[in-house]
């Protein structure tokens, strides 16, 4: 119990200094973003820095919530406080998706008043080139600091690789709109040079739904996990080899394997068949072998388990 709460700090101290790298930095790429966007006259660069202000915002909720996460099951949460950060990523990328309508809106309006005659201002491209510099470096950065971390936590965080997938998509789109907002001025002499003074807002547009699309399958993934879909640890076999010995080796065959996971929280159901009359302290042997077999496994002090005794397969697949 000992080794089992000192892991449980251990990771929360590996992800909180993550998450507070990625305070110090969004907070820098916020307030350079703003003044890059000032002096370029670029709407794209303002919604960077924009998209920046949220992440470090989310990032501040999220280092509250990731110190609960951590906590061991109780009374009041039996199944742990995994839940609280998939919710959390679930309303994050709810918060994330408005953000990006903003950014729609914003731009279709600048298009529109240009077609009724109001030409926005010409852009500045004399920040482009060190801001697209600094910022993918950091964002290059950023990544690194958090999947390192992801990797070390058991790849179990949703908080780490919700910030993992924002940073790496923030660092591309910095970089394409980069090269893009470089070459504009390229427009001028082809027969786009129409859409000329509106590329900004197109470019726009286009970056707010290619981040959009990362942000919902973001939600969809942590949906699954709220809604109690069944984790990608389920197709682990090695895992299922494990729980198959542990069972064998306390008199029980192993019919059905059930594992649901909600951030940090895993839970592993074993449907067993007794191979002749058990005690009870026979099925809490299993599952404390279970437990902590698996928790070695995953690298993760928050698996649970529980053994069911039944007299044949719950879930028969269809052939």
């Excluded at 959009?212 to 895992?239: P, R």
Aim: glycine share 6%.
């Amino acid at each position: 119990m000992i080794n089992q709460v000192m892991s449980t700090k251990g990771q929360e101290k590996l992800e909180q200094q993550a998450l507070q790298y990625g305070i110090a930095a969004n907070a820098f790429m916020a307030a350079y973003g703003l003044w890059a966007s000032v002096a370029s006259n670029s709407s794209v660069v303002q919604f960077d820095s924009l998209y920046s202000t949220v992440m470090l915002g989310s990032i501040l909720v999220g280092k509250s919530i990731s110190r609960n996460a951590s906590r061991p099951r109780d009374r009041s949460y039996p199944y742990g406080y995994g839940g609280q950060e998939a919710d959390y990523v679930m309303f994050r990328c709810l918060v994330m998706v408005g953000v990006l309508c903003f950014g729609i809106f914003k731009a279709v309006y600048t298009i529109w008043s240009y077609i009724d005659g109001d030409v926005p201002p010409a852009l500045e491209l004399g920040q482009i080139v060190p801001y697209t510099t600094i910022m993918t470096i950091i964002c290059g950065l950023l990544w690194v600091n958090y999947r390192s971390s992801w990797i070390k936590l058991g790849r179990q965080s949703l908080i780490l690789r919700n910030e993992m997938q924002n940073v790496l998509a923030d660092g591309a789109d910095t970089v394409v709109t980069g090269i893009a907002l470089l070459a504009s001025p390229l427009l001028k002499i082809t027969p786009l040079a129409v859409i000329s003074p509106i590329f900004d807002s197109i470019l726009l547009i286009i970056c707010c739904v290619v981040i959009g699309k990362d942000a919902l399958q973001s939600f969809l993934f942590n949906l699954w996990q709220v809604s109690g879909g069944t984790s990608d640890l389920a197709h682990d076999k090695t895992l299922q080899r494990q729980v198959e010995v542990i069972c064998s080796n306390h008199a029980m065959a192993l019919q059905n394997l059930l594992i649901t996971q909600l951030g940090h929280s895993v839970l592993i159901v074993a449907y067993c068949n007794a191979k002749h009359a058990i005690q009870p302290s026979q099925i809490d042997n299993t599952r404390h072998a279970i437990n902590q077999a698996l928790q070695s496994a995953l690298e993760n002090p928050n698996v649970a388990s529980k053994v069911i005794l039944t007299s044949e397969p719950i879930f028969v697949s269809s052939s």
